[in-house]
T-cell receptor
Framework: DVKVTQSSRYLVKRTGEKVFLECVQD?????MFWYRQDPGLGLRLIYF???????EKGDIPEGYSVSREKKERFSLILESASTNQTSMYLC??????????????FGPGTRLTVL | QQPVQSPQAVILREGEDAVINCSSS?????VHWYRQKHGEAPVFLMI?????EQKGHEKISASFNEKKQQSSLYLTASQLSYSGTYFC???????FGAGTQVVVTP
């Protein structure tokens, strides 16, 4: 079974803190994604990566950065957390390189609260 | 602009049918459907790659009309396990709809 794990299920941080969310997949997938999920807005893509050290912006990259130094690991970084970044963050992975027409496997999510 | 799903929510009795629609103002090259149960991660249901393609998963099927830039998901003879939020995802540019909450009651 494909497994996508995220470092924390729940996280509470203060405004201005630097926050790292980690995601690891064990199926040698080329693509990895970070989404945030908010009520009424569904899943919105923040960044995705189709290879090590490669990244592309999604719809809402402002206030976020990412890092992919190893194929299995994709990190989301909030340089200076703000209250409007309180949300559920979901990581996903899929086969396919730059072809994104493949099934995505999602992690359990990290619920981040910024106070 | 993300795909638009309708309805936002639907309540069904076990055994009833429902249709969830997903439409886009942009060209759709493929459509993905996912289901997310409460407190869980979204789970893949199916991908439709060609206009007119239809697929099925259990008694859940979908169609994709490329010309109309829309896809529909059909829940047939619904079961309690069908409860959850259904998302369509459009590719060309990776975007998901806001979701349709489905509640199936006994």
């Amino acid at each position: 079974d494909v497994k996508v794990t995220q470092s924390s299920r729940y996280l509470v941080k203060r405004t201005g803190e630097k926050v790292f969310l980690e995601c690891v997949q064990d199926m040698d997938h080329e693509n990895m994604f970070w989404y945030r999920q908010d009520p009424g807005l569904g899943l919105r893509l923040i960044y995705f990566s189709y290879d090590v050290k490669m990244k592309e912006k999604g719809d809402i990259p402002e206030g976020y950065s990412v890092s992919r130094e190893k194929k299995e690991r994709f990190s989301l970084i909030l340089e200076s957390a703000s209250t409007n970044q309180t949300s559920m963050y979901l990581c996903a992975s899929s086969f396919g390189g730059q072809t994104t027409y493949n099934e995505q496997f999602f992690g359990p999510g990290t619920r981040l609260t910024v106070l | 602009q993300q795909p638009v799903q309708s309805p936002q929510a639907v309540i069904l009795r076990e055994g009833e049918d429902a249709v969830i629609n997903c439409s886009s103002s942009k060209a759709l090259y493929s459509v993905h459907w996912y289901r997310q149960k409460h407190g869980e991660a979204p789970v893949f249901l199916m991908i439709l790659l060609k206009g007119g393609e239809q697929k099925g998963h259990e008694k859940i099927s979908a169609s994709f009309n490329e010309k109309k830039q829309q896809s529909s998901l059909y829940l047939t003879a619904s079961q309690l396990s069908y409860s959850g939020t259904y998302f369509c995802g459009s590719w060309g540019k990776l975007q998901f709809g806001a979701g349709t909450q489905v509640v199936v009651t006994p």
